[in-house]
């Protein structure tokens, strides 16, 4: 079972940034936040990940809160091309656990 | 960077056929990889995880004799899908991650639909 939660679907408006917020209060200490998304008809798209420090990359940025209980993947300025299943997923630092998925969050970016 | 390929895209076949689907690591060995399964509007499902030189480990509920998973080599896996019907029209996707990567996150291939008619 997925470990974490995340609303069913959200609206941006193109140009203003896509806050996606997950809840994830019973992760472990060794376990990282990582964030997917999947395009229609395409296979799930890396985006970023991160243990507690806050994480930034060309496609996206990652706040954790200290308690490392939620997270919040923030897109910047969102685009058409950002619409998609945004999927929030928690995994344990070593082994070669599979990545469970929950339902993710359907993100809308409305011209 | 790291790279999974899979074939076919798109496969629409009778009842009754077996389907083979391929999953290749392009830059990097893979000892695991892992196959998912996906039916309209939900989620990805955790099929079973291809083992190099040994057997599959198949979730709860997946038939191992209905999908056959082969793992020859360090870069491929198959997926057999025998005498299928067309409950088993889906997407199916593959994935794996570079061996002693830590944290390093895991890529997927980008699907096959698989339309059994």
């Known amino acids: 079972d997925a470990k974490t939660t995340q609303p069913t679907s959200m609206d941006c408006a193109e140009g203003r940034a896509a806050n996606l917020p997950c809840n994830h209060s019973t992760i472990s200490g060794n376990e990282y936040v990582y964030w997917y998304r999947q395009i229609h008809s395409q296979g799930p798209q890396y985006i970023i990940h991160g243990l507690k420090n806050n994480e930034t990359n060309e496609m996206a940025s990652l706040i954790i809160t200290e308690d490392r209980k939620s997270s919040t993947l923030i897109l910047p300025h969102a685009t058409l091309r950002d619409t998609a299943v945004y999927y929030c997923i928690v995994r344990p630092y070593s082994g070669n656990t599979p990545l469970v998925f929950g339902k993710g969050t359907r993100l809308s970016v409305i011209a | 960077g790291a790279v999974v390929s899979q074939h076919p895209s798109w496969v629409i076949c009778k009842s009754g056929t077996s389907v083979k689907i391929e999953c290749r690591s392009l830059?990097?060995?893979?000892?695991?990889m892992f196959w998912y399964r996906q039916f309209p509007k939900q989620s990805l499902m955790l099929m079973a995880t291809?083992?190099?030189?040994?057997?599959?480990?198949?979730e709860q509920g997946v038939e191992k004799d209905k999908f056959l998973i082969n793992h020859a080599s360090l870069t491929l896996s198959t997926l057999t899908v025998t005498s299928a019907h067309p409950e088993d029209s889906s997407f199916y996707i593959c994935?794996?991650?570079?061996?002693?990567?830590?944290?390093?996150?895991?890529?997927f291939g980008d699907g096959t639909r698989l339309s059994i008619l």
């Open positions: 291809s083992n190099e030189g040994s057997k599959a480990t198949y």
């Open positions: 830059d990097f060995q893979a000892t695991t």
């Open positions: 994935s794996a991650r570079p061996p002693d990567s830590g944290n390093q996150p895991q890529h």
